[in-house]
């Protein structure tokens, strides 16, 4: 599937892949978070279990850092339709979830203050760390909600192309922007299932193209300019 030496099946098999594999894993992470469905303060449920506590830690940020590399892959399907929109959304969904990645370090720093101090006392201690102005302004405001409105926007995009059918649009949208907005907890799961859902299908859709159909969304190459067939001979 992986051929390093072919340009065309390479970037269309680790697309499809991660279009699969990046929602998956945000999926199972809200699984296995603690949070979810122990005490909303996390400094609290991280304490409860800190192995999943850490495991769902490391399951959001690969997510985050994979799904952005599956966006700007797909988006090679909107290169004649959507492709103004499909461009920002990539660059938005880049910049938001790598920001939402960075921010999983408090994490442990939660866990570390729940364990010292009564939940209240780590509640403000918290507070205190992601109220000073580097972090919200580095690490929050107004960048994590670029991803998920990213994501949205190059759904939309995909829309426009012809690519990506009405359903798959309307759970992207649900699922990332009423995720976000929704209090975190068990209502939370099926909100981020129907995401991993719509990508997986998407996933799927680009995996059973040939080679072929891959190439034939490349623009009509003008006289003297490298050619589709040429992407396809490609080697490294």
């Known amino acids: ?17 991660l279009l699969i594999l990046a929602p998956l ?7 296995v978070d603690p949070g979810t469905w122990g005490d909303d303060r996390e400094a609290v449920s991280f304490g409860d279990n800190p192995a999943l506590a850490q495991l769902q830690s490391a399951l959001y940020h690969w997510s985050w850092i994979l799904l952005p590399v599956a966006l700007i892959g797909v988006l090679h ?5 959507g492709v103004v ?12 979830f790598l920001s939402l990645s960075a921010l999983l370090m408090i994490d442990p720093v939660e866990w570390y203050l729940g364990q010292r101090n009564p939940p209240e ?5 918290l507070d205190e760390i992601l109220n000073l102005p580097g972090v919200i302004f580095g690490f929050q405001m ?3 909600f670029f991803g998920p409105i990213g994501a949205g926007l190059v759904a939309i995009a995909l829309r ?14 649900l699922g990332w922007w009423a995720g976000f907005l929704a209090p975190y907890g068990p209502l939370t799961v099926p909100l981020w299932a129907a995401p991993a859902a719509a990508f997986g ?3 799927v859709k680009v995996l059973r193209m040939t080679d072929a159909e891959w190439i034939s969304y490349y623009p009509s190459a003008a006289p003297g300019v490298t050619t589709p067939d040429s992407y396809a001979k490609t080697t490294a």
């Open 142 to 144: 107004p960048w994590i």
């Open 121 to 125: 006392q780590a509640a403000k201690i």
């Open 201 to 203: 299908y998407l996933g």
């Open 25 to 31: 894993l945000q999926l199972i992470a809200v699984l």
């Open 1 to 17: 599937m992986f051929k390093l030496n072919d340009a065309v099946r390479f970037r269309r098999s680790v697309t499809g892949v």
């Open 77 to 81: 399907v909107a290169r004649r339709r």
């Open 160 to 173: 426009r192309a012809g690519f990506a059918p009405w359903w798959v649009v309307g759970a992207i949208l």
């Open 85 to 96: 929109l499909g461009h920002i959304g990539g660059a938005m969904s880049v910049v938001g």
